[in-house]
C-alpha cells in the first residue's frame, strides 16, 4: 500500500540515519590512510560534507532551506518520534528504545546543522 517513490524516500532517510549513527559512534575514522596533511585535509573535509549531507536527509531538508523551515522540521520530528509520547501510546520497549535512537540522531542532525550555519 505504499508508493515507489515513499517507499524509496524511506529507504534514503533510514541510509543517511545509519551514515550519520555511524559517524557519532565511532564507525567511521576521522583518520585516513593517507599520507600528507593536505590528502589528509581533503579526507577530513570529505567526511565533514558526508555528515552534513546526512543530517539534511534526516530532517528531510537540503542545504537551501531556510532555517526557519528547518527548525519546522525538527520540531516535526521529534514531535513524531519522542520516546515519551510513543511509550504513552503503548508501544513494546524495543520499539520505544528504537525510535529513542531515532529521536537521538534527528537531535544529532539538527545540532550538526545549527552549528554549521552559526545559529
Same mark, same amino acid.
Given at each position: 500500500g505504499v508508493s515507489r517513490s515513499a517507499m524509496?524516500?524511506?529507504i534514503r532517510v533510514r541510509m543517511a540515519?545509519?551514515?550519520?549513527?555511524?559517524y557519532y559512534q565511532g564507525g567511521y575514522s576521522e583518520?585516513?590512510?593517507?599520507s600528507?596533511?593536505?590528502q589528509q585535509d581533503k579526507y577530513t573535509e570529505r567526511v565533514e560534507e558526508d555528515k552534513l549531507a546526512a543530517a539534511y536527509q534526516i530532517l528531510g531538508v537540503d542545504k537551501d532551506t531556510p532555517f526557519e523551515e528547518?527548525? +519546522?522540521a525538527h520540531k516535526r520530528l521529534m514531535l513524531k518520534y519522542h520516546p515519551d /509520547?510513543?511509550?504513552s501510546q503503548g508501544l513494546s520497549q524495543e520499539m520505544v528504545?528504537?525510535?529513542t535512537e531515532k529521536a +537521538?540522531?534527528?537531535?544529532?542532525?539538527?545540532?550538526?546543522?545549527?552549528?554549521? /550555519?552559526?545559529?
Open positions: 524509496d524516500n524511506l540515519e545509519m551514515r550519520f549513527s555511524n583518520q585516513s590512510s593517507y600528507g596533511d593536505e528547518i527548525k +519546522k /509520547r510513543l511509550a528504545n528504537m525510535y +537521538k540522531d534527528i537531535q544529532a542532525a539538527f545540532d550538526l546543522i545549527k552549528k554549521q /550555519r552559526g545559529e
